[in-house]
């Protein structure tokens, strides 16, 4: 994965913790019928030459309409 700002290599599946809450961030999506959600636990990518930090999820395919 390369860094928006500096094009550097980034360093993945770096862990995300909020203060607070052991639960962390969950992203959620409700889709047709009763039971058809989709979530997944994001994970962050920091840059190590500018500190750029990103989002992803493993799981996208799962999210698409």
Known sequence: MKCNQCQNEMVKDCNIN??????????????????NKVSAKPKAAVCS?????AFYIDEYKEFSE
Request: some cysteine; glycine content about 18%.
């Open 18 to 35: 909020v203060e607070f809450d052991t639960l962390g961030i969950t992203i959620r999506k409700k889709g047709k019928g009763l039971f």
């Open 49 to 53: 030459n500018c500190g750029y930090v």
